[in-house]
């Protein structure tokens, strides 16, 4: 009989609910968990091609020393008598952690006892210092406690939910979903977005802000001005709960609209009209994300919101509140446990002599950490200059992540001990590993995570553990009691650490603290096993809440006052680029890749959308450039170098660019976007400030562009001839595609690009068999050359190769990898690049969901489907995520807009 399994998606923040069914043969698919409050049944593109990520292709599944396999044992010891004798002969600041969101919360607890505990240095740091360490500090300094106040029912409840520094369409699709359904339901529902770029989210905007980069400090900032002086503070909350308002008041009192517009960079009459909504809707939810907190001005950006929300009472309450969206699956679960640098566990702090002796003795621990650790950017600073001589990287990919991504590629390949758990063998990171320990991924572990909403969920275990792969936290525990810690490591299960986490949440809490929930402090295995989604608080005696639980409806917090603080912000007025460095360049995510795609460049279906490194570009820039749709572009800093292609689209201001973060050297020649962003980071939070970067852009001289598709993986790294000037792998249906450039001729070389042995280059790259002679055409006159191997009637691979940027029916021609080609015509029409009169190019990929095409939407357009309902009845695009809507409409007018010239 079928197995089906509720866990829950191990992407972003939202932390949906999740159906695992496991069929007696084995197939896995997945589906949306109705019951789960998160997400109602909901999944994004990603949650839904989750099944397609689960195979062993590229799997570490044993231990490795040297890049030779070794048992457990030899490496484990080898760990433990490592890190011991660095810390024996320069300390414990010598060695550190660097930990991730990807991480259960049961893993990031073992770390985090091992480092602060019984190690005694705080040299711990995660990726989520990437992307919520802004908040955690706003939150702190106005709150007294790291606290979420309200719920993802807030957004459906508010008449005005202001969006800042969010792509919700694409980041937190199923929170957008919920959003959208909110507002089509209540029409007087507003929604604002305030971003630089013209995004997907904008779709169901009454007000889109194309705000400057790092201008938010100055519009919230004028935003409380002009609530002071038009009397739409609430006084009474102000004087009854808050300190510091009238310092912080000052600080902005000159903050008129012109200065305001200057600072933004935004027309007056659009702020009026935001400084007007705010004012006169009572329920504001203030939903804020990476464009908030990646920033060198972070923490003052999030307190700036909050000093708007503080000062008209509205925080606490139903629909109404600063909302932080989390982008790791748990980063907050790390934030419970203290898995920051600068953080204990349960939300107690590493700078408070009463918290840190609070933890050493419910610990039993030998010693404390008495101050804060390194934080990520100054801790692979450390690495590179020594100070750091071990270090253990668990769960992420800082060579491609971090900023200053080529120092800490060099500091990593310096550093004397590397230490690397993953589940993948081959990263960027993993590359450099003295040792790599595998791990369990998704489907194999137990554990928890917690939401954006303090929402905490299991993921439960569906498949069987591949090789030797272990899960992290026993990973760490096993290198803790070999380093003669044995009494305080004896977890003989994930339940086990869970309930010794939710113990010390407990201990010694009488209500001072937020985090709280010590009703599980007791938990069995077996109940453990039956966990339900929950949020926090939950102390010992308290049932789960019927209904969502806030903070500060009652107007206590958690300074020894119970007040909480205003705190005054002085408007950022940071403008960074330089005749040398004319472009700011903004960077993040895309709707259907994950961080750095080591889980979601497994699937074809979630490459379709774009398969390549690419940057915005508006087109007063791209002609400025000489740069035409699709051309290749090379953008530098003083950090580093990339080579992406050309994204031409009025969405982008002009002098301003938008590049994802995904893509590493796994998949692309030269895509690493953090290597051109500097170590600049926020001075409370430590947060680097990745969205407001200068750079300089330029056309890539290219000899010859190329498309190529194969069953086999292309070889690009083992090329004995013809190096190129770019290229970029994606998963493709049925095998692999591949984009690449030709530098142009060198002075030694004699005839042109054309001449070169191109048919052996594409068996060498595509793996093709000897002996197989390609099918396909060399045309002097435009310079392209086209050949297609067959085995039979079975397609191997395809080259295609142009001056210009390669026009073929890409989807078309991939999809052609796994057809029968029983006669010479479709044979050429492989070579020929698109299909003939009997077969269908649906374009473009819109919907990853359905594998939906522009050309079937414009096709459906033409038939009489003229709005994105119609759209998703005839073609299901759109009806899943919902992320593809804004392409769609736009799609459909432009449609309208042909038809009508």
């Not at 004798?85 to 600041?93: A, F, K, L």
């Not at 803790?480 to 086990?496: N, S, V």
């Not at 109940?527 to 339900?532: K, N, P, R, S, V």
């Not at 953008?635 to 002098?655: D, F, I, M, W």
Request: charged share 20%; net charge negative; with cysteine.
């Amino acid at each position: 009989m079928p197995v089906e399994i509720k866990t829950t998606c191990p992407y972003c923040g939202v932390g949906c609910g999740v159906i695992a069914r496991v069929e007696e043969a084995g197939a896995v698919s997945v589906r949306g968990d109705p019951d789960h409050p998160a997400n109602f049944g909901r999944l994004c593109s990603k949650g839904s091609a989750l099944a397609e990520t689960i195979d062993l292709d590229g799997r570490l599944l044993v231990p490795h020393i040297a890049g030779a396999p070794a048992s457990w044992d030899t490496a484990l010891d080898l760990v433990a008598t490592t890190f011991a004798d660095t810390i024996r002969q320069h300390g414990p600041d010598s060695v550190a952690f660097y930990v991730s969101g990807q991480l259960l919360t049961e893993d990031y607890y073992v770390a985090n006892k091992l480092m602060k505990g019984f190690i005694g240095s705080a040299n711990i740091d995660t990726n989520s210092r990437l992307c919520m360490s802004s908040s955690v500090a706003g939150h702190r300094r106005a709150f007294g406690s790291d606290t979420v106040p309200g719920t993802y029912a807030d957004i459906e409840l508010a008449d005005l939910v202001v969006l800042t520094g969010s792509n919700l369409a694409w980041c937190h699709p199923v929170i957008y979903q919920r959003l959208a359904a909110a507002k089509a339901a209540r029409p007087q529902m507003k929604v604002v977005v305030i971003d630089p770029r013209r995004t997907a989210t904008s779709d169901i905007a009454d007000l889109h802000l194309s705000i400057l980069p790092d201008g938010d400090t100055a519009l919230f900032g004028g935003l409380l001005a002009d609530l002071a002086a038009k009397g739409m503070l609430d006084r009474t909350f102000i004087e009854a709960h808050t300190q510091g308002f009238d310092a912080a008041l000052s600080r902005v009192a000159n903050l008129g609209l012109a200065e305001v517009a200057e600072a933004t960079g935004l027309d007056s009459a659009d702020i009026e009209d935001f400084y007007a909504l705010f004012a006169t809707s009572e329920r504001v939810v203030t939903c804020y994300s990476q464009g908030v907190n990646q920033s060198s001005s972070g923490s003052d950006k999030v307190n700036a919101i909050i000093n708007c929300h503080l000062a008209t009472g509205r925080i606490g309450r139903p629909g109404m509140g600063p909302f932080s969206l989390t982008g790791q699956p748990n980063a907050m679960g790390g934030r419970e446990v203290g898995g920051l640098a600068n953080m204990l566990a349960a939300h107690m702090a590493i700078e408070d002599a009463q918290d840190r002796d609070t933890v050493q003795r419910f610990w039993q621990s030998p010693v404390i950490a008495g101050k804060p650790g390194l934080k990520a950017v100054d801790l692979f600073r450390a690495v590179a200059d020594g100070r750091v001589k071990a270090i253990w990287i668990m769960a992420t990919n800082p060579v491609v992540s971090m900023p200053e991504a080529d120092l800490v590629r060099a500091a990593l390949a310096a550093c004397p001990f590397v230490v690397v758990s993953d589940v993948m063998a081959e990263t960027d990171t993993t590359a450099l590993a003295h040792v790599l320990l595998p791990s369990v991924g998704w489907g194999e572990k137990q554990g928890t995570v917690t939401n954006s909403e303090r929402r905490i969920s299991r993921q439960r275990t569906f498949l069987d553990v591949p090789g030797e792969a272990k899960a992290d936290w026993w990973q760490m525990a096993q290198v803790a009691r070999r380093m003669g810690f044995d009494a305080a490591f004896t977890f003989t299960d994930a339940a086990a650490v869970f309930a010794e986490h939710a113990a010390l949440s407990a201990f010694e809490n009488d209500g001072c603290r937020d985090f709280d929930i010590g009703a599980h402090a007791d938990m069995s295995t077996d109940a453990y096993e039956a966990l339900a989604p929950f949020q926090w608080p939950q102390p010992a005696g308290m049932a789960p809440r019927e209904t969502d639980s806030r903070f500060f409806a009652d107007g206590r917090f958690y300074h020894a006052d119970g007040r909480a603080r205003f705190v005054p912000v002085t408007p950022a007025r940071d403008r960074r680029t330089t005749e040398a460095h004319p472009f700011a360049l903004n960077t993040g995510r895309i709707r259907d890749q994950w961080h750095t795609m080591t889980r979601t460049g497994k699937t074809a279906r979630l490459t379709a959308h774009f398969a390549e490194p690419f940057v915005e570009i508006h087109p007063d820039d791209a002609r400025a450039l000489d740069l035409t749709p699709a051309d290749l572009v090379v953008l530098e800093s003083p950090q580093g170098r990339v080579v992406l292609r050309a994204l031409v689209t009025p969405r982008q201001n002009p002098g301003h660019l938008f590049a994802p973060m995904h893509w590493n050297d796994q998949f692309a020649s030269a895509a690493r976007i953090d290597a051109l962003v500097p170590g600049l980071v926020d001075p409370v939070s430590g947060q680097p400030a990745s969205k407001h970067v200068a750079v300089a852009a330029a056309k890539l001289d290219v000899g010859l562009y190329g498309f190529a598709i194969s069953v086999e993986k292309p070889k690009v790294s083992g090329l004995s001839s013809h190096p190129l000037a770019y290229h970029a792998l994606a998963r493709a249906s049925g095998g692999w595609r591949m984009e690449f450039a030709a530098a142009p001729l060198s002075l030694e070389e004699e005839g042109g690009v054309q001449d070169r042995d191109w048919t052996g280059w594409s068996v060498e790259t595509l793996g093709i068999p000897p002996g197989l002679e390609p099918l396909g055409y060399r045309d002097a006159v435009t310079g392209q050359i086209r050949m297609a191997f067959f085995d039979g009637e079975r397609l191997l691979g395809a080259v295609f190769l142009s001056p210009r940027p390669v026009a073929v029916a890409r989807n078309w021609a991939i999809s052609q990898l796994g057809d029968v080609h029983s006669d010479l015509r479709r044979r050429f029409a492989v070579v020929a690049g698109r299909p003939g009169a009997e077969s269908i190019d649906p374009g473009a990929t819109v919907c990853s969901c359905f594998n939906v095409g522009i050309n079937q939407i414009v096709t459906a357009a033409a038939g009489g489907c003229c709005t994105v309902e119609a759209i998703g009845k005839a073609l299901n695009a759109g009806t899943n995520c919902g992320s593809c809507r804004a392409e769609i409409r736009e799609i459909l007018n432009g449609t309208r807009i042909a038809a009508a010239e």
